[in-house]
Nanobody, 127 residues
Framework: QVQLVESGGGSVQVGGSLRLSCAASNITYADYCLKWFRQAPGKEREAVAN???????SYADSAKGRFTISRDNAKNTLYLQMNSLKPEDTAMYYC?????????????????????WGQGTQVTVSS
């Protein structure tokens, strides 16, 4: 059974940093499109960043220049380094995996396309 487990969320002040992790079991990360989504209270889930099997990445405009997505295929772990955090980054962050969704489908994919999801990790940014 596939499991994705996020960690690394927490409460930080404006301008701070967090590094989210998403560890997977029973899948081979290199075969998957991996994506970070987030959902704030009362808002729709939105894509933040994604990384395809070939390592190509793309980011939401809100994340460009501040967030970095990466993966360690040997450890089957996905990361999201978040710097210069803002109050509007406050949300539940989820990792998701889709089998053999290569670029550009990986970057174009929405939440409905993804097969596997983690339980989420909360990020709260206070001013």
């Amino acid at each position: 059974q596939v499991q994705l487990v996020e960690s690394g969320g927490g409460s930080v002040q404006v301008g701070g940093s967090l590094r989210l992790s998403c560890a997977a079991s029973n899948i081979t990360y290199a075969d998957y499109c991996l994506k970070w989504f987030r959902q704030a209270p009362g808002k729709e889930r939105e894509a933040v960043a994604n990384i395809a099997g070939d390592g190509s990445t793309s980011y939401a405009d809100s994340a460009k220049g501040r967030f970095t997505i990466s993966r360690d295929n040997a450890k089957n772990t996905l990361y999201l380094q978040m710097n210069s955090l803002k109050p509007e980054d406050t949300a539940m962050y989820y990792c998701a995996a889709k089998y053999k969704y290569w670029f550009p489908a990986c970057s174009r994919s929405g939440s409905a396309d993804f097969e596997f999801w983690g339980q989420g990790t909360q990020v709260t940014v206070s001013s």
